[in-house]
Nanobody
């Protein structure tokens, strides 16, 4: 059974930084693309960033491009999202997601491409 556990959320002032982590277990992590999504109150879940199984290909939402960086460590079965220059509109619950199609590249940018999800971690950016 695949398990994804996010950590690193919290409260930060606008312009600040946070680093989210996702720890994966239950299957061979290095074979699958991973992604980050977020959902703000009253809004639909939206794509943030994704990374291919090898880490060689990444995708970002336009709203976070240049501010967020996704990475993964296949030796440690972890994925991270470094978030800089945070804005109040980045406030949301952030979810880690895992693809179910091995060795897919580029990584999917739609939530329909992901089968496994973490429980989410809250990120709040104050103005």
């Amino acid at each position: 059974q695949v398990q994804l556990v996010e950590s690193g959320g919290g409260l930060v002032q606008a312009g600040g930084s946070l680093r989210l982590s996702c720890a994966a277990s239950g299957r061979t992590f290095s074979r699958y693309a991973m992604g980050w999504f977020r959902q703000a109150p009253g809004k639909e879940r939206e794509f943030v960033a994704s990374i291919s199984w090898s880490g060689s290909s990444t995708r970002y939402a336009d709203s976070v491009k240049g501010r967020f960086t996704i990475s993964r460590d296949n030796a440690k079965n972890t994925m991270s999202l470094q978030m800089n220059s945070l804005k109040p509109e980045d406030t949301a619950v952030y979810y880690c997601a895992a693809d179910n199609d091995p060795f897919r590249s580029p990584p999917p940018t739609s939530f329909v491409g992901y089968e496994y999800w973490g429980q989410g971690t809250q990120v709040t950016v104050s103005s």
